[in-house]
C-alpha cells in the first residue's frame, strides 16, 4: 500500500492529470510529436517530387542539402522563346495553341501571361561577347511565359516537353496595292489577308 502512494506522489486524492505515470506519458508524446516535426518536410505547393534516388535508409542531411526536385502540378506554365521580330504585334492576353511533341495529336489552348524583360542570352550564365570590330548581329530571343487554360490537363504534361507555341496577335497584314486595286477593279471588297501568328 505504502508503494501505491507513494506512486501517486504521496497524494492518495492526485488529480489524474497530475499523475506521475500520466505526466510522463504526455511528455514523452510531446517529445514524439516533435520528432516527427523535426523530420517532415512541407513543401511550398503541391506538386510531384523526382530526382530522389541519390537518398539512401537512414543517411545523414545537413542543412540546406538539395534532396529532390518539385514539379509543381497547381500552376503550370509554358516558357516559349520567341524572336524579337515576333514580339511586335504581341501582347499580355493574347489567345495562345500550344501543341506538344509527346501529343501531337492534341492541341492546347493558353494566353500570354507575361513578355520577357530581357533577352535570354543576357541573363546566360556566359553571355556573348563581342569584340571591337567583330560584331554580328544576331536575332535574340525573348522569353514568353504562356498560362494554360485548363490546369488538369497540365497534369499530364512532363517538365521540359518540347512544344510549338502559336500566338494569335488579332493583326491582319493588309493585302499588297496592287492587289486590293485589281479586287476594288472587280467590285471585290479588298479583304485583308489571314491573321498572322507568330511561331
Same mark, same amino acid.
Given at each position: 500500500?505504502?508503494?501505491?502512494?507513494?506512486?501517486?506522489?504521496?497524494?492518495?486524492?492526485?488529480?489524474?492529470?497530475?499523475?506521475p505515470?500520466?505526466?510522463?506519458?504526455?511528455?514523452?508524446?510531446?517529445?514524439?510529436?516533435?520528432?516527427?516535426?523535426?523530420?517532415?518536410v512541407?513543401?511550398?505547393?503541391d @506538386?510531384?517530387?523526382?530526382?530522389?534516388?541519390?537518398?539512401? #535508409?537512414?543517411?545523414?542531411?545537413?542543412?540546406?542539402?538539395?534532396?529532390?526536385?518539385?514539379?509543381?502540378? @497547381?500552376?503550370?506554365?509554358?516558357?516559349?522563346?520567341?524572336?524579337?521580330t515576333?514580339?511586335?504585334?504581341?501582347?499580355?492576353?493574347?489567345?495562345?495553341?500550344?501543341?506538344?511533341?509527346?501529343?501531337?495529336?492534341?492541341?492546347?489552348?493558353?494566353? #500570354?501571361?507575361?513578355?520577357?524583360?530581357?533577352?535570354?542570352?543576357?541573363?546566360?550564365?556566359?553571355?556573348?561577347?563581342?569584340?571591337?570590330?567583330?560584331w554580328?548581329?544576331?536575332?535574340?530571343?525573348?522569353?514568353?511565359?504562356?498560362?494554360?487554360?485548363?490546369?488538369?490537363?497540365?497534369?499530364?504534361?512532363?517538365?521540359?516537353?518540347?512544344?510549338?507555341?502559336?500566338?494569335?496577335?488579332?493583326?491582319?497584314?493588309?493585302?499588297?496595292?496592287?492587289?486590293?486595286?485589281?479586287?476594288?477593279?472587280? @467590285?471585290?471588297?479588298?479583304?485583308?489577308?489571314?491573321?498572322?501568328?507568330?511561331?
Amino acid at each position: 500500500m505504502n508503494a501505491a502512494l507513494s506512486g501517486l506522489g504521496g497524494d492518495p486524492d492526485i488529480d489524474v492529470d497530475r499523475h506521475p505515470l500520466v505526466l510522463q506519458a504526455a511528455a514523452a508524446l510531446d517529445q514524439a510529436r516533435l520528432d516527427l516535426a523535426h523530420a517532415t518536410v512541407t513543401a511550398p505547393a503541391d @506538386g510531384i517530387v523526382s530526382e530522389v534516388g541519390s537518398l539512401k #535508409v537512414g543517411q545523414y542531411l545537413s542543412e540546406g542539402t538539395a534532396v529532390a526536385s518539385l514539379v509543381e502540378t @497547381g500552376d503550370t506554365w509554358i516558357e516559349a522563346n520567341f524572336k524579337e521580330t515576333q514580339l511586335t504585334h504581341m501582347s499580355v492576353g493574347d489567345a495562345v495553341t500550344l501543341t506538344f511533341d509527346a501529343y501531337p495529336d492534341m492541341a492546347v489552348t493558353g494566353t #500570354v501571361q507575361s513578355l520577357g524583360a530581357g533577352t535570354g542570352s543576357i541573363f546566360s550564365i556566359l553571355p556573348a561577347e563581342n569584340a571591337t570590330g567583330n560584331w554580328v548581329k544576331v536575332v535574340q530571343r525573348v522569353p514568353v511565359r504562356i498560362a494554360l487554360d485548363d490546369q488538369g490537363m497540365a497534369r499530364q504534361l512532363a517538365s521540359g516537353l518540347s512544344a510549338i507555341a502559336e500566338v494569335d496577335t488579332g493583326w491582319q497584314r493588309p493585302l499588297p496595292a496592287p492587289i486590293r486595286t485589281a479586287l476594288d477593279a472587280v @467590285g471585290l471588297e479588298a479583304a485583308s489577308a489571314a491573321e498572322v501568328t507568330a511561331k
